[in-house]
């Protein structure tokens, strides 16, 4: 049974570029969450996709957008990069309905922005 | 609004010692409290969750965590620590209202470390 697994796994961009992440959630599971971990902290939603649509979105900018596809994966985008984005990204699958959404992580990917 | 305190970066502990990682909460509503490891180079991982009922939930890999509500402290726990334990430690809370929030607030994160 594969868990969560996220594309790709390290990439580095410049000041300014669009960058996409990808997330297949854990089979099952049809809720897929974002986060961003910058170093040394805890991660911070950036929002959660459930049925095709933003279902809850935290504090970011609108230069960060996700969509998520009928197979449940998702993709999460940010355009105009800054320094400031450079983190490593996780997706977080769930199941809805299954009580205090505990949280399937992937890897991550480690965005670096130059 | 909602947010979880982790007091401190590091733990140290001597394996077969027990050990505590404390975390602290604030909501203003009912809190659903969970704590995830984080190993080097791989996602968090989720150890265990109060909802409701016994203030002592018992998790995965023999830890174990006590609800405080008068504290609002959800401190993790295990009576004998392995080197394996060592990793990264985050305390999480989400704010259960009829507004089906489901943004889950995290800790900065508590580095333990076991000692052979």
């Known amino acids: 049974d594969a868990g969560v697994t996220q594309s790709p796994t390290h990439l580095i961009k410049t000041r300014g570029q669009q960058v996409t992440l990808r997330c297949s959630p854990k089979s099952g599971h049809d809720t897929v969450s974002w986060y961003q971990q910058a170093l040394g902290q805890g991660p911070q939603f950036i929002f959660q996709?459930?049925?095709?649509?933003?279902?809850q979105r935290g504090n970011f900018p609108d230069r960060f957008s996700g969509h998520q596809f009928p197979n449940y994966s998702s993709e999460l985008n940010v355009n105009a990069l800054l320094l400031g984005d450079s983190a490593l990204y996780l997706c977080?699958?769930?199941?809805?309905?299954?009580?205090?959404?505990?949280?399937?992580f992937g890897a991550g990917s480690r965005l670096t922005v130059l | 609004a909602q947010s979880v305190a982790q007091p401190e970066d590091q733990v140290n502990v001597a394996e077969g010692n027990p050990l505590t990682v404390k975390c602290t909460y604030s909501?203003?509503?009912?809190?659903?409290l969970f704590w995830y490891v984080q190993y080097p180079n791989r996602g968090l991982q989720f150890l265990l969750k109060y909802i409701t009922g016994d203030n002592l939930v018992k998790g995965s890999y023999g830890f174990e965590a006590e609800f405080n509500k008068s504290q609002t402290s959800f401190h993790l726990k295990k009576p004998s620590a392995l080197v394996s334990d060592s990793a990264l430690y985050f305390c999480a809370v989400r704010e259960w209202n009829a507004g089906n929030n489901r943004k889950l607030i995290w800790g900065l994160g508590t580095s333990l470390a076991v000692n052979p």
């Open positions: 996709y459930y049925e095709e649509e933003e279902r």
């Open positions: 909501v203003s509503g009912n809190p659903y």
């Open positions: 977080a699958s769930s199941l809805e309905g299954s009580g205090a959404n505990v949280l399937t």
